[in-house]
């Protein structure tokens, strides 16, 4: 079976599952009817709704897309509601099961949208061999403006610059439209320190040149399979790709720096193996959302096993960053907004391992 049919089936199958299921199998239980009929009647659409969601995520209808995705949202989150709700209906009766979910619905929605809106402010403390004093900085990642207003923007500035930052690294994904502007962008350029940045998947699905100058023009550098020294770190960026069998060959380009500690930003978290490998001893990352919202974080982790949060390795660490914004829908349900707070801990002798202590 070609890779195309097996796209167009997974995607029919999620327009099912979030779309269409949920919405038919309330609206039917609110009318009092068993939604098993109509609910296999629906899948029959599911291909034509998948073409429709493509359409408006390819096209340049902004305001069309957001709907969609915000559909897509509010059917993802009624989902694990309705068949919790299904023992109700078939116990007691559909109405009782509708009026239950609907109930429930509106107020995860509610939550799921304050998740969304709150950003975390989470610890990550390293200790670094050969490291003489304390360095403090800032991961921002997936912040998505475009799904998420310039407004948003703001806000991430201002939290980030309260934690007073040797400077901020941003992992990819700041924006995931077209249609953003350097004016978008302005919120960056208030940075009282340098920012650095690798690009993601997203920079790439959209016009790319335009995107990079945009960010450019903010005083951001953008690291592209390229390092920068900032004091006794090397910092590199490296490019998102589909295929982290790449990553080795671009580390090995990029050499060895004998009197910097490396830090990696590579947008995606399966790059961490290239990055043990070259010896890295701190690589960050995003991309994931965390799932986002709850239950798709379960196939998100069958795709990244390290899907969230800190992980050590062969006296190595990867941390994933569950991301500051959203894609899609500005919703979370089950995960959390963050920007990490990396503090890089002293260890002047190189004998010195890894701090392993990480709150949840």
Same mark, same amino acid.
């Given at each position: 079976?070609?890779?195309?049919?097996?796209?167009r089936l997974a995607g029919?199958?999620?327009?099912?599952?979030?779309?269409?299921?949920?919405?038919?199998?309330?609206?039917?239980?609110?009318?009092?009817?068993?939604?098993?009929?109509?609910?296999?009647?629906?899948?029959?659409?599911?291909?034509?709704?998948?073409?429709?969601? $493509?359409?408006?995520?390819?096209?340049?209808?902004?305001?069309?897309?957001?709907?969609?995705?915000?559909?897509?949202?509010?059917?993802?989150?009624?989902?694990?509601?309705?068949?919790?709700?299904?023992?109700?209906? $078939?116990?007691?009766?559909?109405?009782?099961?509708?009026?239950?979910?609907?109930?429930?619905?509106?107020?995860?929605?509610?939550?799921?949208?304050?998740?969304?809106?709150?950003?975390?402010?989470?610890?990550?403390?390293?200790?670094?061999?050969?490291?003489?004093?304390?360095?403090?900085?800032?991961?921002?990642?997936?912040?998505?403006?475009?799904?998420?207003?310039?407004?948003?923007?703001?806000?991430?500035?201002?939290?980030? $610059?309260?934690?007073?930052?040797?400077?901020?690294?941003?992992?990819?994904?700041?924006?995931?439209?077209?249609?953003?502007?350097?004016?978008?962008?302005?919120?960056?350029?208030?940075?009282?320190?340098?920012?650095?940045?690798?690009?993601?998947?997203?920079?790439?699905?959209?016009?790319?040149?335009?995107?990079?100058?945009?960010?450019?023009?903010?005083?951001?550098?953008?690291?592209?399979?390229?390092?920068?020294?900032?004091?006794?770190?090397?910092?590199? !960026?490296?490019?998102?790709?589909?295929?982290?069998?790449?990553?080795?060959?671009?580390?090995?380009?990029?050499?060895?720096?004998?009197?910097?500690?490396?830090?990696?930003?590579?947008?995606?978290?399966?790059?961490?193996?290239?990055?043990?490998?070259?010896?890295?001893?701190?690589?960050?990352?995003?991309?994931?959302?965390?799932?986002?919202?709850?239950?798709?974080?379960?196939?998100?982790?069958?795709?990244?096993?390290?899907?969230? !949060?800190?992980?050590?390795?062969?006296?190595?660490?990867?941390?994933?960053?569950?991301?500051?914004?959203?894609?899609?829908?500005?919703?979370?349900?089950?995960?959390?907004?963050? $920007?990490?707070?990396?503090?890089?801990?002293?260890?002047?002798?190189?004998?010195?391992?890894?701090?392993? !202590?990480?709150?949840p």
């Amino acid at each position: 079976m070609s890779s195309s049919i097996v796209w167009r089936l997974a995607g029919a199958a999620a327009a099912w599952l979030t779309l269409l299921a949920p919405p038919v199998t309330l609206l039917c239980w609110l009318a009092g009817l068993a939604a098993l009929p109509y609910v296999l009647v629906s899948l029959l659409l599911s291909p034509l709704i998948f073409g429709q969601v $493509m359409g408006a995520l390819r096209g340049n209808a902004t305001r069309l897309k957001h709907r969609w995705m915000l559909a897509f949202g509010c059917g993802a989150v009624l989902l694990p509601l309705t068949v919790l709700g299904t023992p109700v209906a $078939m116990v007691f009766s559909p109405r009782t099961a509708g009026l239950l979910v609907l109930v429930l619905w509106v107020v995860a929605l509610v939550h799921a949208r304050r998740q969304a809106e709150h950003i975390d402010n989470v610890t990550l403390a390293v200790t670094l061999p050969g490291l003489a004093e304390d360095l403090r900085f800032v991961q921002l990642s997936d912040i998505h403006v475009g799904s998420r207003e310039p407004g948003f923007l703001e806000r991430v500035v201002d939290q980030a $610059m309260a934690h007073q930052p040797a400077f901020v690294v941003i992992t990819g994904d700041l924006l995931d439209e077209s249609r953003i502007e350097r004016d978008d962008l302005t919120a960056l350029s208030r940075f009282d320190c340098p920012v650095y940045l690798c690009i993601g998947n997203h920079e790439r699905y959209v016009d790319l040149d335009k995107a990079l100058d945009a960010i450019a023009h903010q005083g951001v550098t953008i690291l592209r399979d390229d390092s920068i020294v900032h004091g006794p770190l090397r910092i590199i !960026g490296v490019d998102d790709r589909d295929r982290p069998d790449e990553l080795p060959g671009v580390l090995t380009a990029l050499g060895k720096d004998a009197e910097r500690i490396d830090v990696l930003l590579y947008h995606r978290p399966d790059g961490w193996s290239a990055a043990r490998a070259a010896g890295i001893p701190l690589t960050l990352s995003g991309h994931t959302h965390g799932g986002q919202i709850w239950p798709f974080g379960l196939l998100v982790k069958r795709q990244y096993p390290e899907m969230t !949060g800190r992980f050590d390795r062969d006296d190595k660490t990867l941390y994933v960053s569950a991301g500051t914004g959203t894609w899609g829908p500005a919703l979370r349900l089950g995960t959390r907004s963050e $920007m990490t707070i990396v503090e890089l801990l002293a260890s002047p002798s190189l004998a010195s391992g890894y701090s392993s !202590g990480f709150p949840p």
